[in-house]
């Protein structure tokens, strides 16, 4: 790319924007595809060949392969992490297929295909043998042993391949860029709008809007990498980072949810706005080390009702910003109704509302802040807000949120039945392994730091044989670990 | 160039490329562009153009699988060929897309499609002040499937990435490990005092049914999203506004009024009127309440007042006559009737104006509701100099039966004006004032022939006997003959109503009698007759109705007929 380094030294980085031609159609096919194998493989599974279910199922499957080859663009399902792309359309993950991705997912890991690439003319008769030898044990070399098997089937049309290890890591790399780089922006951007507000100056509100549309643009593109970058906790920005993070967990909520992305960024504006009141409480108060006194509470609560007026002050009435009002307001509201700030009225808190209550729960609890100083481990917050009723969160929406970030969220520390300290550095995209999640293990048993961290699926059988499982999470702070320094 | 299939300058085409064609889209383009500024979407010019540049499109997909076009100050390139160039920077095009930092713009095919929606972004673009969204905003926003584009984003310059570090102190390492086995040995030996043991894993972490979410759940979360779609999101934001108002302390409620007193204009403005009728309902119930402090009830009220006043009622009756909003007539109906009584004016007013039925209807019904409500406001408006206000107002007073207001009807009853002597004649009688028959009793003789019909009517329904020679003289006079039917029909009707004792004589001659050579009167002057015979109702009037039963006059003997059917009424003596 011509011009890229002037480009990159003078803003920041080159970004690419729009849509691909298309992208809606594939969307759509993409989904069905992946819909029509895991209904073929599970009738496969249940039913012999010649059985009703499995042919309709194969059949499905062959008409909308049909109909992605009969566009000219060629076939190719490509598995990274827990994200699909079919012809390098990202397949956009939402509540009603995250479970089919999740298994189809695994079933290509399980053999170690990162790829598959079917061809003009494949035969109906193809995809029966083909998924067959998905659904078979993979052995001690998955993919070599696949591909022999595959060899002496009538499969000529259909051909698997390896993760791109390479270009992956490659890819990876660029991605966790652009990650670092939207995050970093956000962050600022909080600070200036925050600091605007607090001095009573003009928010600008266009770098409002492009931080959330960067937000929204790297969930919708890269899910964990921007999960990773929550883990940047810095106590002296905590305000900031708070309403970046509260952002993105939003939007990652959202996601699942399958909002629009539209919807998703009237969620993570307002999400990023959450917090606006607590800029017209004294900042001693807010940043106050150690316990408040009564009247300092009283004032913290306040913050919702202030963030409420204060949004008033932008935009002089013109597109009111009524969501993300409430999103400021109800925030800190329970679902059943209780919480502050107290109703003298009906009111059930949106869902808008309850996503951000999750979302600012969770990385609250799990960060060092004012008051305080040990945070909750990420994995007992999020049981804590799923199993205590008292603390009002929605379940499901807590769900989903752990759907996206495992039982034990990235960034999490813990300690292996091997004694081995391991941080958790993904998510596993099954979601029946949600507890099993991919870690880097920083130290051996004996608490000597791997100069270069080991990845390890704690859902697979590990290159040692030895299986190792997390005994317990640990506080990274107790010990003065950075966890984002293994991530990042 | 990064990844995402997004290979610009790389197809290889070298000399192949179309360059020609492709200058000629983006002359077509800009001229497109053009045509957006200056007229609108149904514009034959508009459309012309808008096809002209389709059609470019679509003829390229043939030659190209994408076209990408890097873009600098003053130029555009295609695979480092000059494609188009400007010299000025207020209408080009390049820079139109560089200043925002759009650097490599691509259209693919399908873009054809989206070629409307694509010119009305750059012309936002174009037009936005300075806190107005910009064009990579307005690009992301607007999702145009085949069209992407490169961009740096000068939002972001001067910012620091995150740091990597070590991670920490590897010495700390073996404690980690050393403090986890030491609490395993007191789970061991039973002496986990702590009530939640820091950072230990539940069997629960290890049961991923318990935390994915399953089918009926998916479909809970789905029906919740649907839900918010449809919620009422300002409402919910007022009634926060009205919670606050009402418990917050006078710093507070000052906040929230000044907000609420924003909002007004700006629903009004918008046509949530829905939304204005809120708030005023809310702010009448505060006008009064207890709980709100003196200060603030005179600030509640001084808003209403200006609310009802006639520029900010003129102002909203205009904006829905010209469309400029279309309010829900219920909402609209709401809305008025919350309004004062001085706004009643201003409402009668534009029920006369108004050429839409339906807001003339509307209007009308907020009147009443607020007549309804305040009958003071109707007696000052009764006064109102303007007779159209001042009829109305008579009208009003009427229809509502409004008494406490009748003793402003008397100097409307001499009024010069017409309309507003008939509608203070049909006032009176509507309410039935007795003090004031006399006053329409002179309205018998009146200039106008609506007046002394509804005068006649009037009297003779309140069987006002006062009024007898009045009608006696006017019926034994020529004027009489040359009147109208119907207001001969009203007068012989309302005569026979009074009961007077020379009446059926009267009547009975005019109806059966014969002139000069054995003429008779007129058909009408006999059928009227005959009509008020009717109303007297008693024997020796049925006597000279059986008479005329007969006739040989059809229009004679069907109102002969007539009242011999009518009902008799009860005579009440005056």
């Known amino acids: ?488 | 160039m990064t990844g995402d299939g997004f290979s610009i300058g790389e197809g290889g085409l070298g000399a192949t490329l179309p360059l020609d064609e492709v200058q000629n889209l983006v002359v077509t383009l800009g001229k497109a562009l053009r045509a957006s500024q200056l007229y609108d979407e149904n514009n034959p010019v508009y459309k012309r153009f808008v096809k002209a540049l389709s059609d470019e499109f679509t003829a390229l997909w043939s030659e190209m699988d994408e076209i990408a076009l890097h873009v600098s100050e003053d130029t555009l390139t295609l695979d480092g060929e000059e494609v188009y160039s400007s010299a000025t920077r207020s209408d080009s095009l390049a820079f139109l897309l560089y200043k925002d930092g759009l650097r490599v713009v691509q259209f693919e095919p399908g873009f054809e499609r989206q070629v409307p929606r694509f010119l009305d972004v750059l012309n936002q673009a174009r037009h936005a002040r300075e806190d107005d969204d910009d064009l990579l905003t307005l690009l992301w926003e607007a999702e145009l499937d085949c069209f992407q584009y490169r961009y740096v984003d000068l939002l972001a310059e001067g910012i620091d990435l995150p740091e990597v570090g070590l991670g920490g102190d590897p010495s700390e390492f073996g404690q980690v490990l050393e403090d986890a086995r030491a609490e395993d040995d007191e789970v061991v030996s039973g002496e986990a005092a702590a009530e939640q043991p820091p950072a230990t894993v539940s069997q629960d972490d290890f049961n991923p049914t318990l935390y994915a979410l399953d089918a009926s759940e998916m479909e809970e979360l789905r029906r919740s999203v649907e839900l918010e779609r449809d919620r009422d999101v300002r409402g919910a934001v007022l009634d926060a506004l009205f919670d606050r108002f009402e418990d917050g302390d006078a710093e507070r409620r000052d906040e929230v009024f000044d907000i609420l007193q924003g909002l007004l204009p700006a629903f009004m403005a918008r046509g949530e009127i829905s939304a204005a009728a809120r708030v005023l309902k809310q702010m009448r119930s505060y006008e009064t309440a207890q709980v709100v402090s003196e200060s603030h009830q005179e600030r509640i009220t001084s808003l209403l007042d200006r609310l009802s006043d006639i520029e900010t009622l003129s102002q909203l009756i205009e904006a829905i006559e010209v469309g400029t909003i279309d309010p829900d007539p219920r909402d609209l109906a709401a809305f008025l009737g919350f309004l004062r009584g001085d706004a009643l004016g201003v409402l009668v007013r534009a029920t006369f104006d108004t050429e839409s039925l339906d807001l003339k209807r509307i209007l009308g019904g907020a009147v009443e509701t607020i007549a309804r409500r305040d009958s003071d406001a109707v007696r000052r408006l009764l006064a109102s100099p303007d007779p159209a206000l001042s009829g109305a107002a008579a009208r009003i007073i009427a229809d509502q039966r409004i008494e406490s207001a009748a003793g402003g009807l008397r100097d409307l009853l001499t009024s010069e004006h017409t309309d507003v002597r008939l509608a203070a004649t049909e006032a009176v009688g509507a309410l039935g004032v007795p003090t004031l028959l006399g006053n329409v009793g002179e309205l018998l003789r009146d200039p106008d022939v609506d007046v002394r019909i509804a005068a006649a009517r009037v009297l003779g329904e309140a069987g006002y006997r006062a009024a007898a020679p009045v009608f006696r003289d006017i019926l034994s006079s020529r004027t009489i003959r040359n009147a109208e039917r119907r207001e001969k029909i009203a007068f012989f009707e309302s005569y026979g109503r009074l009961g007077d004792a020379e009446a059926v004589d009267l009547l009975d001659k005019y109806l059966n009698g014969r002139g000069f050579l054995g003429r008779r009167e007129s058909s009408d002057i006999r059928a009227s007759s005959a009509l008020g015979l009717g109303r007297i109702g008693t024997p020796e009037a049925m006597m000279a109705l059986d008479r005329a039963h007969r006739d040989d006059d059809a229009v004679v003997r069907s109102a002969v007929t007539r009242a011999l059917q009518m009902e008799r009424r009860p005579e009440v003596p005056r």
């Not at chain 1, 792309?85 to 079933?107: E, I, K, M």
Request: glycine share 10%; charged share 25%; proline share 5%.
């Open chain 1, 1 to 488: 790319m011509t011009g890229g380094d002037a480009i990159t030294s003078g803003g920041g980085g080159m970004r690419v924007g729009g849509g691909s031609a298309g992208t809606a159609s594939l969307q759509q096919h993409g989904k069905r595809l992946l819909a029509n194998v895991h209904g073929a493989m599970r009738a496969l599974k249940l039913y012999p060949l010649e059985n009703e279910a499995v042919q309709h199922a194969i059949s499905e499957l062959q008409s909308t392969v049909e109909g992605i080859l009969g566009r000219g663009e060629g076939l190719e399902l490509r598995v990274v992490g827990e994200f699909f792309f079919l012809n390098d359309v990202r397949l956009r993950l939402d509540l009603s297929n995250f479970a089919t991705f999740g298994n189809v997912g695994q079933a290509l890991r399980r053999h170690d295909i990162g790829s598959l690439e079917v061809f003009q003319g494949v035969a109906r008769e193809e995809w029966a043998p083909f998924l067959s030898l998905l659904a078979r044990d993979p052995g001690e070399y998955p993919l070599p042993a696949f591909l022999a098997r595959l060899s002496e089937t009538p499969v000529r049309s259909i051909e698997p391949d390896a993760s791109a290890e390479h270009g992956d890591d490659l890819e990876e790399e660029e991605v966790l860029e652009q990650a670092k780089r939207t995050y970093a922006q956000s962050v600022k951007l909080a600070k200036d709008v925050l600091g605007d507000v607090r001095l009573g100056r003009a928010v600008n509100a266009r770098k409002v809007k492009r931080a959330v549309q960067g937000i929204v643009d790297q969930v919708l593109a890269d899910e964990p990498s921007i999960i990773t970058m929550t883990t940047l906790r810095d106590y002296d920005e905590y305000t900031f980072t708070h309403c970046v993070n509260v952002c993105i967990f939003s939007v990652v909520i959202g996601q699942r949810l399958g909002l629009e992305r539209f919807d998703l960024y009237e969620l993570g504006l307002g999400a990023l706005l959450h917090d606006v009141g607590k800029m017209r409480i004294p900042h001693e108060v807010v940043a106050k080390p150690g316990g408040l006194t009564d009247d300092e509470w009283a004032l913290i609560r306040e913050h919702p009702t202030l963030g409420l007026l204060q949004l008033f002050q932008t935009g002089a009435y013109i597109d009111i910003p009524y969501r993300q009002m409430l999103m400021a307001y109800e925030h800190h509201m329970k679902v059943d109704g209780t919480g502050y700030p107290e109703n003298r009225r009906e009111r059930q808190p949106t869902l808008f509302s309850r996503i951000v209550m999750v979302a600012d729960g969770f990385d609250a609890a799990t960060s060092v802040r004012s008051y305080q100083h040990r945070p909750w481990g990420a994995d007992q917050v999020l049981r804590e807000m799923k199993e205590n009723p008292k603390r009002g969160y929605d379940p499901l929406l807590v769900k989903a949120l752990i759907s996206a970030t495992g039982v034990f969220p990235i960034g999490t520390l813990v300690i292996l039945d091997s004694y081995e300290l391991a941080v958790v550095s993904r998510t596993n995209p099954d979601p029946a392994l949600l507890h099993l999640p991919i870690v880097k293990v920083i130290s051996d048993e004996m608490g000597v730091p791997i100069a270069d961290p080991v990845e390890l699926d704690l859902s697979a059988a590990p290159p040692d044989g030895a299986h190792r499982s997390i005994l317990k999470t640990t506080d990274p702070q107790k010990y003065g670990i950075r966890v984002a320094d293994y991530l990042i």
